[in-house]
């Protein structure tokens, strides 16, 4: 089965530029969730999904932070206008019926450098 | 809140060494306890997983302990190789939440 799928897998770009991450959850799942990983502050949650509905935003950094999921394949994750400060590596995770037996499947992640 | 605390990495340790990282918890209520593994370039992937105390989850030669009394989800592995090279992470997930609290993660490196 095919995991989760995010695109790009790099994306280097100068700030100020607006930058699209992608993300497919596995085919069934009905929970995602976008992560921001740095060196300095770790693993950070961002926002997750039900069923492509927001539910939990409170990690959004900032308002220049902003995700969608317009059906049940594809979510994004925009930052418009993007900043040097918000080089990291992105995540994108599901889950069946996200509980305490449900494990997150994660991507490979995007390695974002805003120069 | 909840909180994860793990020891601070990078652990080096010769092959078939013996593995301990530590991982102690705060949570409200009965957590269920994971820990994922990271290797370079690729995403988490989840190892092993206990859900009550006492549980014991075990994957690829690792086992972890749910201990409620110390609070803690210690992971070990009595023979390392060098491709469990990795970061390690210990993550907590509360009852009815969605929500996944990690520690920050330890780095493994096993050498020849």
């Known amino acids: 089965d095919a995991g989760v799928i995010q695109s790009p897998r790099h994306e280097v770009t100068e700030m100020g530029q607006e930058v699209t991450l992608r993300c497919k959850p596995i085919?069934?799942?009905?929970?995602l969730f976008w992560y921001r990983q740095t060196m300095m502050r770790g693993l950070e949650l961002l926002i997750y999904?039900?069923?492509?509905?927001?539910?939990?935003d409170s990690g959004m950094p900032e308002d220049r932070f902003s995700a969608k999921m317009p059906n049940a394949s594809f979510s994004t994750l925009k930052i418009q206008p993007s900043e040097p400060r918000d080089s990291a590596v992105y995540f994108c995770a599901s889950s069946f019926r996200a509980g305490q037996n449900q494990p997150q499947h994660f991507g490979d992640g995007t390695r974002l450098s805003i120069l | 809140g909840n909180s994860v605390t793990q020891m601070e990495g990078p652990v080096t340790l010769s092959e078939e060494a013996f593995l301990t990282i530590n991982c102690t918890y705060t949570?409200?209520?009965?957590?269920?306890l994971f820990w994922y593994v990271q290797y370079p370039g690729e995403g988490l992937q989840l190892l092993l997983k206990?859900?009550?105390?006492?549980d014991k989850g075990s994957n690829k030669g690792f086992e972890a302990t749910y201990r409620k009394e110390t609070t803690s989800f210690h992971l070990e592995k009595g023979s390392v190789q060098v491709s469990d090279s990795a970061v390690y992470f210990c993550?907590?997930?509360?009852?009815?939440?969605?929500?996944?609290?990690f520690g920050t993660g330890t780095q493994l490196k096993v050498e020849l």
């Open positions: 949570a409200t209520g009965y957590p269920s």
């Open positions: 085919s069934g799942h009905d929970y």
């Open positions: 993550a907590l997930l509360t009852g009815g939440g969605n929500k996944l609290t």
């Open positions: 206990a859900t009550k105390a006492d």
């Open positions: 999904f039900n069923n492509n509905v927001p539910i939990d």
